[in-house]
C-alpha cells in the first residue's frame, strides 16, 4: 500500500511537470507578454524600426519658397503710433530704360522710303537690302504696317518701322543681324521713398503686371512685357510723376468670435464712442462700412470688440493708390497664419478733390475673392477719418457644407487713409515741419 501511494504521488508529479512546461509552450496564453504595437498603411507594416516612405512630388516651388518676398517686411507691417496722416515728401526722377537694346546701328541716312502693309521683317528687308544686316524674327510677327519716310538716319527709321509694328529690336554689330522680339525688358530708376515706390508697385499690380523684380538696395525694378505692357507702364510712371498727392492705406484684419450665442451688437459703437465719433454710414451688398472719427482707431476698437468677442488680428499691412489708380492689398500675403480669408482682396480708388466746396477723400472700396466681387463701398470722407468695414460673414469664405465656426463669427477692416504730398524739393522749407491745419492749408496753395 506504501508503495502504491508513492507511486502515485511520483507519476502526479510527473503530470504537473509535463502540464507545466505545455503551459509555458502555449502560444495563446497571452497573460504577461507584451506586444509592440504595429501600424499597417497600403499593405506596409510600419513599426518603431521602419523607414518612412513618401509618395513622389511633382516639380514644384514648394509653398514656403513660393512666399517668400523681401517686400512683405515693407507692405506687412504698420506702426500705429507714429502714423502721419497728411506727409510731404521730395518729387524725384522716375525714369523707365528698356533693356537688351545691343550695339548701335550704323550711322546711315534714308530717304524717300516708303512701305504699304507690309510685315515689320520685309519692311526692314528692303530697308536692309543694300547692307550687310540680315533681318532674324525671334519670334513671329504678324503685325503689317504702312508709312513713308522722308529723310533721317538709318537708327530713326528703324525705330519707327518697329514701333509702327508694336515689336521690339537689338542689333549684333558683331554678327550684322537685327533681331526682332513680341516682347521688350525695361529697368524703371524708382525715388527712395517707399511709399512712392509702393504707389508704383501697387499701381502696377492694379494693372495686372506681376512679372516685376525689385531691387531694393538700389531701388530699381525690372520688368518684362508686350507693347501694350510697356503702353500701360509708362502710362502709370508718367501719371504718378505728374501727380501731386499719392493715397497710402494702412489697415489691420481681424476675426471676431462673439462669446454668446449673439451676433456683435454694433449699435453699441454709438454711446460707447460718442455719435460725432460715428459720421456715416454706408451699406453695401454685403457688410457696411462706417466712417468714423480719429477716437475710434485700432487700440480703442478692439478694446470695444473685447467686451463682446475674442479678437483676432488675420492681417496687417498697407498698400498705396496713385491718385485716380486702383491698388489692392491680399489679405493672405500679410496674413498671420492660414486661414479661410486669405482669398480675400481688398481694392480701392482713391481721389483727394473738392467735393461741393470740401476738401475730400473719394474712395471706391471693392471686397473680392475668387469667386467674384463680395461687396463695395463708395465712400467720401475728410482727412483724418478712418473705415470700419463690419458684417462681413466668417461664413462667406467657408466652402464646405459644414462647419465648427459659430455663424455670428464675421470679418472686420479697420482701414486708415493717408495723404502723401508730393511738391518739388525747392518748395520744401528748411523750418519746422507744417502739421495740422497749418499743413492743410499750406497743401490748398
Not at 234 to 247: F, L
Request: aromatic letters at 8%; proline letters at 5%.
Amino acid at each position: 500500500m506504501i508503495n502504491f501511494l508513492k507511486n502515485f504521488v511520483l507519476v502526479l508529479f510527473v503530470c504537473i511537470m509535463i502540464a507545466g512546461c505545455m503551459e509555458a509552450n502555449n502560444p495563446y496564453n497571452t497573460e504577461g507578454i507584451e506586444y509592440n504595437t504595429i501600424q499597417v498603411v497600403d499593405n506596409l507594416v510600419i513599426d518603431d524600426n521602419s523607414v518612412p516612405i513618401f509618395p513622389k512630388k511633382a516639380a514644384l516651388t514648394t509653398d514656403t519658397a513660393r512666399r517668400f518676398s523681401i517686400e512683405l517686411p515693407r507692405r506687412c507691417t504698420v506702426d500705429w503710433d507714429s502714423q502721419s496722416v497728411i506727409s510731404v515728401v521730395p518729387e524725384e526722377k522716375i525714369e523707365i530704360v528698356r533693356l537688351n537694346v545691343g550695339d548701335p546701328l550704323p550711322d546711315l541716312t534714308v530717304s524717300d522710303y516708303d512701305f504699304r502693309k507690309q510685315t515689320i521683317k520685309d519692311a526692314l528687308d528692303k530697308l536692309l537690302s543694300g547692307t550687310d544686316i540680315a533681318v532674324i524674327e525671334q519670334e513671329k510677327m504678324y503685325e503689317r504696317i504702312s508709312g513713308s519716310i522722308v529723310g533721317g538716319n538709318l537708327a530713326d527709321a528703324v525705330d519707327l518701322m518697329v514701333h509702327l509694328g508694336r515689336a521690339y529690336y537689338s542689333y549684333d554689330a558683331k554678327l550684322g543681324e537685327l533681331k526682332l522680339f513680341n516682347r521688350g525688358k525695361w529697368l524703371i530708376k524708382m525715388p527712395r521713398n517707399d511709399d512712392i515706390v509702393m504707389a508704383i508697385l501697387d499701381a502696377m499690380h492694379g494693372a495686372d503686371v506681376r512679372n516685376v523684380i525689385v531691387d531694393w538696395a538700389d531701388n530699381t525694378l525690372v520688368f518684362e512685357g508686350n507693347y501694350q505692357t510697356e503702353r500701360e507702364v509708362a502710362r502709370i510712371i508718367s501719371d504718378i510723376a505728374s501727380k501731386k498727392y499719392v493715397m497710402a492705406w494702412d489697415m489691420d484684419v481681424y476675426r471676431v468670435y462673439p462669446r454668446t450665442d449673439n451676433p456683435i451688437v454694433w449699435m453699441n459703437m454709438l454711446p460707447a464712442f460718442g455719435e460725432k465719433n460715428i459720421k456715416m454710414s454706408v451699406p453695401g451688398v454685403v457688410g457696411r462700412a462706417l466712417v468714423v472719427g480719429p477716437e475710434v482707431n485700432t487700440k480703442t476698437l478692439q478694446e470695444f470688440l473685447a467686451q463682446q468677442a475674442n479678437v483676432v488680428l488675420i492681417s496687417q499691412g498697407h498698400f498705396v493708390v496713385p491718385d485716380g489708380w486702383q491698388s489692392r492689398f491680399d489679405i493672405g500675403q500679410c496674413g498671420k497664419e492660414e486661414r479661410i480669408e486669405t482669398d480675400l482682396i481688398v481694392g480701392a480708388t482713391a481721389e483727394y478733390v473738392d467735393f461741393a466746396g470740401k476738401d475730400k477723400i473719394d474712395a471706391k472700396i471693392v471686397l473680392r475673392t475668387s469667386n467674384g466681387e463680395l461687396s463695395s463701398f463708395s465712400i467720401p470722407s475728410s482727412v483724418g477719418d478712418n473705415y470700419v468695414i463690419i458684417g462681413i460673414p466668417t461664413h462667406s469664405f467657408v466652402t464646405t457644407p459644414e462647419t465648427l465656426i459659430s455663424p455670428f463669427a464675421e470679418l472686420v477692416v479697420f482701414m486708415s487713409p493717408r495723404i502723401v504730398s508730393i511738391v518739388n524739393p525747392s518748395d520744401i522749407s528748411d523750418k519746422a515741419p507744417l502739421v495740422g491745419d497749418e499743413l492743410r492749408e499750406w497743401l490748398k496753395k
